[in-house]
Structures are given as C-alpha cells and as structure tokens.
C-alpha cells in the first residue's frame, strides 16, 4: 500500500540549531513533493516544492532535498527561530495527478 | 478577498443532524478541493472541482457527503446524517492553475459531532 512517513516524534530544538525533517515515501514515483507549514488552528501554508529531478532547492533559511532512489525529502530549517514552532507537512502529487497526499506532520518546537 | 474563507470556523452538530459547510476561494481560482484532516494526521483528500466540474469525487467517505460549485467559485460541502466519525476539520484549498503546484488553504471548519 501507499505510504508518506514523516519524522515519528515531535522535535525539540534549541535557538540557532538546524533542524532536519524526514519524508519518506512507499509506492509512490512523485511527480514532485512540496512541504507545507501548519500553525495550530489554521490551514496550511505552502513553503516549497521540488521537483523529480531536482536535487536541492533553497528559500531563505529552508532547504529542501530530494533523492528519488531512497523515496525520500529532507527539509531543512537553518538559524532556528521560536517562531519557526509549528507543525510541517510533506505532500507528493504523481505524474499526470493533482491532489496532494499528505504525511502525518512533524512538529518542530524551537526554545529560546 | 485576500485569502480563501471557511465558514463557519466551529460546527456542533448533534448525531443524525445535517450540516453544510463553506469556501470561499481565492477570486480567479481555476481549482477548488476539499481536504479532511483528523486530529494529529496530514490532510485527506475529499474531493477536486476544476471551476463548476467536479472531476473527483473518489474521497468521500459515503454517500452522506456531496460537495457542490455550481458557479465555479463558492463551494459548499455538505454532510447528512452526521456520525460521530464525521468530527474532524474540514479544509478548503484553492489554487490559480489547473497545475495545482501551489495550493491556498483556508483556516478550515472544525466540526465536532455530539
């Protein structure tokens, strides 16, 4: 069956450190990934995507890498700030699709 | 409007009751879907309307759910004979392309079945 695995715990991290989430995909060949932040009670918000034959791409302090052989997305938030707190959410589109299928989410919580 | 609008933001509906449920999408915006995401979990998809045409209806849980866009902008979910299973938050999303690579999401509708 189809699976998206993010990062089973929340993550805890000091200021300044880099935190790195984890997407893994099962019985998927996406077409691209895109990674979503969540903040409690609201939608979320679209960060990045990165395509299938893309490597790596970069958006301020976010960094998003995508390595088809492993099925799998690092992101990365460098300089943490407590106000990167939130929940994020990997999501794949296949080829020739338009939904999303999300992950579960990782929570990331950044102390002062 | 600035963004894509969800109402109400709170539904508390007893069992059996029937509830309908809004999106205001982004003006312009060619693609309209319908997520449910449970306490914890990542979105599931509902359903996807491409203006008035809903092309995808393969996410609903029953037949107790139809989602309609009769005029290719406001959209309305709604639910009969809702079960307790139902509770969940319900979120819009709306994007410019048929592309879909960026989707707007409202806060969406917690609904909350008694």
């Known amino acids: 069956s189809q699976k998206i695995e993010q990062n089973s715990e929340a993550l805890n991290i000091q200021e300044g450190k880099t935190a790195t989430l984890t997407c893994n995909y099962t019985?998927?060949?996406?077409?691209?990934l895109q990674w979503y932040r969540q903040d409690p009670g609201r939608g979320p918000v679209f960060l990045l995507l990165?395509?299938?034959?893309?490597k790596e791409k970069r958006k301020e302090r976010l960094k998003v890498t995508f390595d088809t052989t492993l099925k799998q997305s690092l992101f990365h938030i460098t300089a943490s700030q407590p106000a990167d707190s939130a929940t994020y959410l990997c999501?794949?589109?296949?080829?020739?699709?338009?939904?999303?299928?999300f992950g579960a989410g990782t929570t990331v919580t950044v102390r002062a | 409007g600035a963004g894509v609008s969800q109402s109400p933001r709170y539904k508390v509906a007893k069992r059996g009751q029937d509830v309908a449920l809004r999106c205001d999408p982004i003006?312009?915006?060619?693609?309209l879907f319908w997520y449910q995401q449970a306490l914890g979990q990542g979105p599931e998809f509902l359903t996807y309307?491409?203006?008035?045409?809903?092309?995808?209806k393969s996410g609903l849980p029953s037949d107790r759910f139809f989602a309609e866009r009769p005029e290719g902008s406001v959209s309305t979910l709604k639910i009969q004979r809702t079960q307790q299973e139902d509770s969940a938050v319900y979120l819009c999303?709306?994007?410019?392309?048929?592309?879909?690579?960026?989707?707007?999401f409202g806060s969406g509708t917690q609904l909350s079945v008694l």
């Open positions: 999501a794949l589109v296949e080829p020739n699709d338009y939904k999303l299928s």
């Open positions: 999303a709306s994007s410019l392309a048929e592309t879909n690579e960026k989707l707007f």
């Open positions: 990165i395509r299938e034959n893309e």
């Open positions: 003006s312009g915006h060619v693609s």
């Open positions: 309307f491409q203006n008035e045409a809903q092309l995808d």
């Open positions: 019985n998927y060949s996406p077409a691209y």
